[in-house]
């Protein structure tokens, strides 16, 4: 039976990370994932990763990537669709059929993009409703578009737009942003760019493409339609741990609960970034996460004392 | 008064990465240090920081500091001395004299190298003996040195210096090597480099420059002397917590306890890096956990709820 180390299942930075220090610890390791960068691939311009001047973070992650396996680690593209505990070992079955073992793993898949829940939302998904403005904003040159949320995402969202799109319409239900200062600050300095404040979308109109939002007004509840292409939903992530909720202990978000070296409830499995409680998403967090839990998991796999590399 | 919202300590990977966050996050922010790029200089060549391809460390180190300083952090040379609480408020002051006066300290400074405590040692210190491979590697052209240690860092420093001098000894206690087994394959396969396995240095010789190193294997207990023109240490750290010790709890090796947020026992005052009692002092781990700080440190000083920037 071919019996890996460590199974990292998820790609983004925190399983790419996870690899990439297992690898160098000359552990098996085989990397499981639906895609390679994960949420890393998202971001237009990832301006806040110590260490990386400015770039479209598909380019940092491709970097993430080509170093996990110039260190050995080995990539099985596909969905983890179940994970079994034999004994001392973890069996982890994809959606294809196929079956791996591990003697550890290390979750690491992150998260899906949230929905609004409205009228027309399904119709014209991935049609004119988008949850990635890095990779759909090139397709609205010109053209006018609506984003909704509050956060980062939203606003980075809204700036990518204003690159391409002549009028982006930025819709949050609330006056203040939760986005960096400096991010707002350039939002709101955009020509291009409308602030749709204390407003929520209530349908996505049109026949064959989109051409509209209804969004009402929180304060005056008062209705209007906006005029657009397309909307891009920055309104957040779900946390879909169903895959380890027999083994592992979830949080009220369903998050995988992890300790500070990130240890799972079950002795033997690890997490890392997005898909754990730890508060703050962000790609150097996921990063040092996963690197901090493959020196964990190796710590198990081999029994040595846990200590920095230079103790006695 | 001028009263910082941020004052970092230290200006390794975590004081970066935190000055970083804290500055995008538009708080009034300090770095104290009495150096740029601290531990995170020492490595000749990181290849195990994610989507960095290998460069010398000193240079991934001007990328953090440039990154501070673009968010608007501010620099100020010099050694922090002592800290004191004054009401809500933290009061720094400089071994120059200087005070200043902050909302909230995060504390990055590290770890200064261990040394033998043997004869000739600090006779020879800066002038034959050396903690830093990677700065003074170069100055050991055609000539022989040696290195003690078993960790990543002294394996690294063999590596480097057999780059340079004719020979090299790498003078371990053990038989295994705790460093990465990639790195330890590397030295094990160069031509240049004699394993001393079991062996302690007891004596350092020379009048006028060091001549040779005398040590003794430890199973057979015989002694021999090294003619060596150098000699480098690799045998860990130590951590000087002191200035903070009557305000935050230290673990038994004087590190700074934190939570998995970066919290110590005072409110007010965050953590992160080799300074803390995190177990992997890795530059990734430390630039994380700095910016986890920083963001912390924000929810600390703006009241705001803690949670992923895009929750409801």
Redesign the interface.
């Known amino acids: 039976m071919n019996v890996y180390d460590v199974m990292i299942i998820g790609a983004g930075?925190a399983g790419?990370?996870a690899a990439?220090?297992a690898g160098?610890?000359?552990l098996k390791t085989a990397v499981v994932s639906i895609d390679i960068g994960g949420q890393g691939n998202l971001t237009s311009h990832i301006?806040?990763?110590?260490?990386?001047?400015p770039q479209p973070g598909m380019e940092?992650m491709e970097?993430?990537h080509s170093?996990a396996l110039r260190?050995g680690a080995e990539l099985i593209l596909g969905k983890a669709s179940e994970i079994h505990q034999k004994q001392d070992l973890f069996e982890v079955s994809l959606a294809s059929g196929e079956t791996y073992v591990a003697r550890a793993l290390i979750l690491t898949f992150g998260k899906v993009p949230?929905q609004l829940g409205i009228p027309g939302e399904d119709k014209f998904m991935g049609r004119g409703v988008s949850t990635c403005a890095t990779c759909d904003a090139p397709l609205y040159k010109n053209k006018s578009v609506a984003v909704v949320?509050g956060?980062?995402?939203?606003v980075e969202a809204a700036l990518e737009l204003a690159n391409h799109a002549k009028k982006v319409y930025l819709i949050h239900r609330r006056t203040e942003f939760?986005?960096?200062?400096?991010?707002v600050d350039k939002v709101k300095a955009s020509p291009r760019v409308e602030l749709v404040l204390e407003s929520i979308p209530l349908e996505i109109k049109g026949e064959k493409f989109v051409t509209g939002i209804l969004v009402e007004n929180l304060v005056t509840n008062k209705k209007k339609v906006l005029a657009v292409d397309g909307l891009f939903l920055?309104?957040?992530?779900v946390v879909d741990t169903s895959i380890a909720k027999d083994l592992v202990e979830v949080n009220e978000n369903k998050e995988l609960v992890?300790?500070?070296?990130g240890r799972t409830t079950c002795a033997g499995i690890f997490a890392a970034g997005?898909v754990t409680n730890?508060?703050?998403?962000?790609t150097?967090?996921?990063?040092?996460?996963?690197?901090?839990a493959a020196?964990?998991a190796y710590a198990y796999l081999t029994g040595?004392r846990?200590?920095?590399?230079?103790?006695?």
Chains 1, 2 share one sequence.
């Open positions: 930075p790419l990370a990439l220090y160098r610890k000359k301006e806040n990763y110590p260490g990386v001047f940092l970097k993430f170093q260190f949230r949320g956060g980062n995402s939203a939760r986005a960096d200062g400096v991010t920055e309104i957040g992530y992890v300790d500070s070296l997005d730890t508060p703050f998403k962000q150097i967090i996921a990063a040092g996460d996963g690197a901090r020196l964990q040595k846990v200590g920095p590399d230079w103790a006695h």
